[in-house]
């Protein structure tokens, strides 16, 4: 379970930095970053603040809420950054992590002295000093925090998304390969802007449709 642990192995103002999105085949790579400004948080919120994907996706929208609440009453900051389908395919999908990564720290509308980073890869050019953490949203609640605002975040962005484009599953899939999403890609094609072309698999279909 995460802790304060590496937070405290750190001076100033730190931030935990997650990304979701990197697999799939549509929509954007999101970033978050969080800040605990003040540890007086909910006790539901540390209890349960854990690697995003080991969460449902219940509880993470609940975790989503009380970190907004957290925000609002000054105890945490929270920075989102995204880069999308045609950055993707521009940088690849690495750069434009670590561009998403970038954005979400200088959308926290407070430089941090140190960003924890989940991984073990450090990009280049971050707006503060930097350190990665393997499995860091397991590990840190800053991070896991991070991991829950990109994952929630995303999903709510597709769920909408689906809305305009009902014939991928993006409801259910969030972008990523499924069945309903291969299915959706026969019958109507790639959505410019939104498909990302440099992968594998939409290559082959844009290929197969030429």
């Known amino acids: 379970m995460p802790d304060f642990a590496f937070e405290d192995r750190l001076t100033g103002c730190i931030a935990g930095v997650d990304e979701a999105g990197r697999g799939p085949w549509a929509g954007p790579v999101v970033a978050g970053a969080v800040v605990f400004l003040s540890r007086e948080v909910d006790r539901f919120l540390l209890d349960n603040l854990d690697d995003s994907k080991k969460l449902t996706a219940k509880k993470r929208e609940m975790l989503y809420e009380k970190m907004f609440e957290a925000k609002?009453?000054?105890q945490?900051?929270?920075?989102?950054?995204?880069?999308q389908a045609q950055e993707i395919d521009t940088i690849n999908i690495l750069q434009a992590t670590f561009l998403a990564m970038r954005r979400a720290v200088m959308n926290l509308g407070k430089r941090p002295d140190y960003a924890i980073?989940?991984?073990?890869?450090?990009?280049?050019?971050?707006?503060?000093?930097?350190?990665?953490?393997?499995?860091?949203?397991?590990?840190?609640?800053s991070v896991a925090a991070a991991s829950i605002v990109a994952k929630v975040f995303?999903?709510?962005m597709m769920q909408k998304l689906a809305l305009q484009y009902p014939y991928y599953g993006?409801?259910?899939?969030?972008?990523?390969?499924?069945?309903?999403?291969?299915?959706?890609?026969?019958?109507?094609?790639?959505?410019?802007?939104i498909h990302r072309k440099s992968y594998r698999p939409i290559q082959e279909f844009l290929q197969k449709a030429a």
């Not at 945490?76 to 880069?83: K, V």
């Not at 991984?119 to 503060?128: A, E, R, V």
């Not at 259910?172 to 094609?189: P, S, V």
């Open 170 to 193: 993006f409801e259910k899939n969030a972008g990523y390969g499924t069945k309903a999403h291969i299915e959706g890609l026969k019958a109507h094609g790639i959505i410019e802007g």
């Open 72 to 74: 609002e009453k000054g």
């Open 76 to 83: 945490l900051l929270i920075g989102i950054g995204q880069a």
């Open 154 to 156: 995303r999903d709510r």
């Open 117 to 141: 980073i989940d991984g073990n890869q450090t990009p280049k050019d971050f707006p503060c000093r930097n350190i990665t953490l393997v499995k860091g949203d397991a590990r840190s609640y």
